[in-house]
DNA sequence: CATATACGCTACGGCTCGTAGCGTAAAGAG
DNA sequence: CTCTTTACGCTACGAGCCGTAGCGTATATG
């Protein structure tokens, strides 16, 4: 789902679309983000370092806000959990990565503005939960059932439930993440990331009974 | 800090500055926020719900975020802590309060698109931070003195370091309702009440050891 | 070749921004 | 009461961006 996102792309009739000009496009959207924030992105500007006549844009997305969740989500594009011998390792490493790629200016501000608008627009609040967090969370049980595999976590005796565990316990590192970088203008560094893994960790293992955690 | 942030409000010379148009700004904002969220969010729309000149509004903010900024802080204004008699009551309130100021769509629409204005803008999150933040940190540390003048918890050995975890543990709450609310579009219920609050008296009351936590 | 689609370019009406100018309203100073 | 000072409402303005339309050109298929 990297661009053009209505419609087939060519029926195989006419000039075909430009995969260069959506890869100029995207990047350019990016670069713009970064550089000039939500408020000054405009579609001259990504058009024009884009090297692409503004029209060109409005041919492939009907606005701003769908053409910055492709531009975002491209950037969560390429996701494997690599399998480090440990469930600890395994999930470390995704935390790290998404922390990373909330830890970009340009993610940030993307997400955001996007979010904002989010909240008058259910589909978009869906768009970008299936393009981005959805994928995240994947990585996570994932790696948890390879964990199963190696015998380092107990099969589950409630599969929905453990679902919606790591449901909540994404949500909270995702949440962080943007609050602690946004808010108090710090970066998550090591300490943080040891500290959502164990998060994760802890009810996937059935630890959190030694949590004083009640919940209903 | 309701309103006016610009210099003294009136040196006593010549006509004063209405108070009624200020309160009139401020909640033709919120209400056009809500409405027309940020996008729809115009300049002229708020002048003329306020019924008040575009100029009026111009001299009085300098632009759109400073003014959004002073209309969501003024959501946060009155704030105190009710003493309910045992900290985890007291605890509860404060949560459930910031939990359910952030769940109306006009503040979630504003702090959001001002948390990616933010991006850019490191004075417009200390702002932010300043003024919506910091004070439900203080009425948490607040509630937290008084349970310990009611020996409720034992006195801090170490101050400093039970402020920055009052911040941690704070930034996690508040990034979590923002993200449970917006990316999952759930509200959040009485179940998550419980759990933020457990999740701010567990290092306060010394139980953190009992979490499989580990922070270097 | 004809057909069909994409592209770049230009131009347009509509909207918003932020500012300037002006006459009027409401306070204090003499 | 008069003078001064500041706030207010109103109008108008140049600038910028939006999203669309029209047209000639480029690149594919049959």
Not at 46 to 72: C, F, H, I, M, Q
Not at 151 to 157: M, R, T
Not at 160 to 170: K, M, N, P, Q, W
Not at 172 to 200: D, K, M, N, P, Q
């Amino acid at each position: 789902m990297a661009a053009a996102p209505t419609g087939p792309p060519s029926p195989a009739k006419g000039r075909p679309r430009s995969a260069a000009a959506d890869r100029a496009i995207l990047d350019a959207t990016r670069a713009a983000l970064a550089e000039l924030g939500w408020g000054g992105l405009t579609m001259g500007h990504v058009a024009e370092r884009a090297g692409v006549a503004k029209t060109t844009l409005y041919r492939r997305w009907p606005s701003r806000n769908e053409l910055v969740v492709d531009a975002v989500a491209d950037l969560f594009e390429d996701l494997e959990i690599v399998d480090l011998g440990s469930l600890q390792a395994d999930i470390e490493a995704v935390v790290q990565r998404f922390a990373a790629l909330l830890s970009r200016p340009e993610t940030q501000a993307a997400l955001l503005a996007l979010f904002a608008e989010g909240t008058r627009d259910p589909l978009l609040r869906r768009r970008i939960r299936e393009a981005i967090v959805d994928p995240q969370k994947e990585l996570v049980r994932c790696g948890r059932a390879r964990a199963q595999e190696r015998g380092e976590l107990p099969p589950d005796a409630d599969e929905a439930a453990a679902r919606e565990e790591v449901d909540l316990i994404f949500d909270t590192i995702a949440g962080t993440v943007e609050h602690r970088i946004l808010v108090s203008g710090e970066s998550v560094g090591e300490a943080w990331i040891h500290r959502f893994t164990t998060l994760l960790l802890a009810p996937l293992s059935g630890l959190s009974a030694g949590r004083p955690a009640q919940r209903p």
